[in-house]
């Protein structure tokens, strides 16, 4: 199917190319799985300030958007949840290579971190990600090798295991093997890990990022669920580039840039402020202080060495996070 | 000049290998290229590293389960729907294709949802013990869904076809239900039961979007081949991805050649019976 949808797409790029090109004012933003309602916002609100302008829209997972994007996907942006895609896109030719640079923070307008996701009243007292590794505790989360929130996931408990244990590799290795055995199910992505939790009432704790606990929050209910903000955890950034070389063969370099830049305005942080992505901006942040608690963030660079590292000893085919799964 | 009997017997040939190579033959050998742009050693060590051989355990399992059942009870179906007459007989009719036109994510969620803990039937087969979802029996499940329609309708038209005074005969010679079922229809239809139970098999080993969903997709036990490959993709790695790709190719051509092989030789029999 997914095939099908890339030749179609590349095809539907091959007779309609040369109109694009004579279209400067439309541009496609290819995205996340779950940045559907955050960007149909945000683009909202962007075309109020300049009127006349098209955004498209394309969303999956991130690693599958950027395939995507090399065979054949127009996408004039990018905004993604992992490092690690944009740079795969900037190994293929599409991104110029100090992406990083061409916007403020890391060219990460608004962030986020795990979090955790309990049902109401918190009966198994989950507090903290040394309560995850307990006999009696069942966590739910996506499929590590297909959802970015669940490397991000993998990643965190690995942060903490790394504090708590004081960089003793064989505990912590045992430590996120143990979150790993509680897992009765690894969906595909990260909405599918919320109906798993939500709607099939399986596990005791859902782990997924901040802005997604809160919306499920919000949607389903106090009485239902409710939010349990860990002692630490993981900044996940959520990147955004030009592609551009689809971008420069469009002509829509200029539109593009004043998109992204957009993202970073008061506007288009309080949008991502109301979507549950913590946010830069001061004034925005002051807006929204009571709802985004304190929390003490690590980041990959820090803990990890980098991205690279991390795809090298954790990601790739028979590192790290395969040795997990092939032990039990 | 020979002269054929069909005219424009070259041109049409020539259309039909084209759209055949265009088609079908072209993916393939893109998928054999980007596999073969490994080396040997490497592709039998993707091949056969356990993850992989967990995977095609589960999915050849599960796919063997679904279609012996789908066999059995395809058979019945289509049996019942060839022989009696009943009311809303036409409507169950129509529901087997139901599977083929479905999107298949919606026959994984719908199955997930009635097969969960909490669901319909989930519920009350956990008070039993069983349970479905997240299992490979879950696997099993999604399979016969949505391979059902292979079986019954290959054998439906023959059954429907089937003369009635070869049944007659063989009563007036005095053969009970069973003798006549055995040595009467079961022959003539085993062609089509080959053709039907190698091509729902076939569809199981391929099936993806029914079963991830109900599938708990955890490596080494409820993880199928199909999956290991979109994995494999999502690492950006797509000669892995097309190497375990090959294997379910190759798995699906020889059944294939075997079933055919074994419906040429069951079609001589029953020529010569």
């Known amino acids: 199917m997914n095939r099908f949808l890339i030749l179609g797409t590349a095809l539907a790029a091959l007779i309609t190319g040369p109109a694009f090109a004579q279209e400067p004012n439309k541009l496609l933003n290819a995205s996340y799985d779950i940045a559907r309602e955050l960007f149909a916002a945000e683009n909202e609100a962007f075309i109020k300030v300049h009127p006349g302008v098209t955004i498209d829209q394309s969303h999956a997972g991130t690693s599958k958007q950027a395939r995507a994007i090399v065979e054949g996907l127009e996408a004039d942006v990018v905004t993604f949840n992992q490092v690690t895609d944009i740079d795969f896109l900037v190994k293929q030719g599409f991104v110029s290579k100090d992406w990083q640079k061409d916007f403020p923070n890391s060219a990460s307008p608004f962030y986020s971190f795990p979090s955790f996701l309990v049902r109401a009243g918190n009966p198994k007292n989950i507090k903290d990600w040394n309560d995850l590794v307990r006999d009696d505790v069942k966590v739910v989360f996506p499929n590590p090798k297909t959802s970015g929130n669940a490397r991000y996931t993998y990643l965190a408990a690995t942060a903490y295991a790394r504090e708590a244990f004081g960089g003793d590799e064989e505990k912590v290795e045992a430590f996120v093997k143990k979150i790993f055995d509680n897992v009765p199910v690894f969906d595909t992505g990260g909405r599918a890990a919320t109906t798993t939790f939500v709607e099939r009432q399986i596990g005791d704790v859902l782990i997924t990022f901040e802005a997604e606990t809160r919306g499920i929050a919000k949607q389903y209910g106090a009485d239902k669920v409710e939010s349990v903000i860990p002692s630490v955890s993981l900044l996940a950034e959520f990147p955004v580039a030009v592609v551009d070389k689809v971008a420069k063969k469009h002509g829509t370099e200029t539109l593009a840039k004043t998109y992204l830049d957009f993202l970073y305005s008061e506007e288009g942080q309080r949008v991502a402020a109301q979507f549950g992505h913590r946010v830069h901006d001061e004034k925005v942040k002051a807006e929204f202080s009571k709802e985004f608690p304190e929390i003490r963030l690590v980041k990959v660079d820090d803990v990890f060495g980098g991205w690279d590292k991390v795809q090298k000893e954790h990601f790739a085919s028979g590192a790290a996070l395969d040795k997990l799964y092939g032990s039990r | ?273």
């Open chain 2, 1 to 273: 000049m020979k002269r054929n009997v069909l005219p424009g017997l070259r041109l049409s040939l020539g259309v039909t290998l084209f759209y055949v190579g265009l088609i079908v033959l072209l993916p393939l050998a893109a998928l054999a290229v980007k596999a073969a742009s490994l080396g040997p050693s490497e592709y039998w060590a993707i091949v056969s590293s356990p993850r992989s051989v967990a995977s095609y355990k589960v999915t050849v399992l599960a796919a063997l389960g679904a279609t012996i059942f789908n066999l059995l009870f395809g058979l019945a179906l289509a049996w019942v729907l060839t022989r009696y007459r009943f009311p809303g007989r036409r409507l169950v009719d129509a529901m087997v294709d139901l599977p083929f036109a479905l999107p298949t994510a919606v026959a994984g969620i719908s199955l997930t949802a009635l097969f969960s803990a909490n669901g319909w039937f989930g519920s009350v087969l956990a008070h039993l013990g069983i349970t479905v979802a997240y299992t490979p029996l879950g696997i099993m499940i999604a399979m016969c869904f949505t391979s059902l329609p292979f079986i019954v309708r290959t054998v439906q038209p023959v059954l429907e076809d089937l003369d009635p005074a070869l049944e007659e005969a063989a009563q007036s010679l005095g053969g009970s239900d069973w003798t006549i079922f055995r040595k009467v229809i079961l022959p003539l239809l085993t062609p089509a039961l080959l053709a039907g139970t190698s091509l729902s098999f076939a569809r199981s080993l391929g099936e993806f979007g029914a079963i991830i969903f109900i599938a708990g997709n955890q490596p080494m036990s409820t993880e199928i081949t199909a999956l290991l490959i979109f994995i494999r993709l999502e690492e950006y790695d797509y000669q892995a991805a097309a190497a375990i790709a090959s294997v379910l190719l190759i798995t699906a051509f020889v059944m294939l050649a075997i079933t055919n092989w074994m419906q040429a030789r069951a079609l001589r029999y029953t020529v010569k019976g």
